[in-house]
């Protein structure tokens, strides 16, 4: 997806940050299920109930590309079978980047949002998104260590790296993800890749 260096869309490359091993244990999911069965209906999330026999959580290994990621034994349309069943899941497995032990309330925020899915909330959905957030918000950039990380990785992958002002002449060095709207000098929208 994406174009190529005169294009708005960005070019999407996984990214990956290289953490150390985590020497602490993972965190406990036991009082998050607990959370999360006092907010949300059984009919909502029907592997709940199961997921005190059925899950494990792991560290991934450093040089993984996901902060976090659930990974179902069966294959999706047994899983969804099972879901509309109110049958369990079967084994289920979290694996957390351990980049994470770095960055509290991310880990919190990527936990919750992995549990939800081995819970059955299988989709990225809006409800799993507020859920989510009710839960666990996530650290918001100027806070979270591991996200300025991130986006440091990706800004320094992208073939474009400067921003011209075809308004004012004005160049400036990139800093953000995303492609400015206006020049910061003079507040044109003439913004054009700068090599």
Known sequence: MGGGPDSDKPVIRPVSVEGKEALIPVPDPLP?????????????????????????????????????????????NELMRRRRMKAPSGPVEIE??????????????????????????????????????????????SD???????????????????????GCSFQWKRSTVSRPKRCPKCAKSEVVPYE
């Not at 992995?114 to 957030?133: D, M, Q, V």
């Not at 800004?155 to 002002?165: E, F, S, T, V």
């Open 96 to 141: 957390l980047h351990p980049i994470l032990v770095d960055d509290q309330e991310l880990l919190e925020h990527t936990f919750v949002h992995e549990l939800l899915h081995a819970a059955g909330l299988t989709t990225h959905n809006l409800r799993h998104s507020e859920l989510t957030e009710m839960l666990a918000p996530a650290p918001s950039l």
């Open 144 to 166: 979270s260590p591991v996200l300025q990380r991130l986006r440091s990785a990706v800004i320094d992958g992208q073939h474009i790296q400067q921003w011209k002002c075809n």
């Open 32 to 76: 998050w299920l607990h959370r999360i069965r006092e907010i949300v209906d059984s009919s909502e999330a029907p592997f709940l109930d199961g997921l005190s026999r059925w899950l494990t959580v792991n560290w991934s290994p450093p040089n993984s590309d996901l902060l976090g990621v659930t990974r179902f034994e069966l294959e999706p």
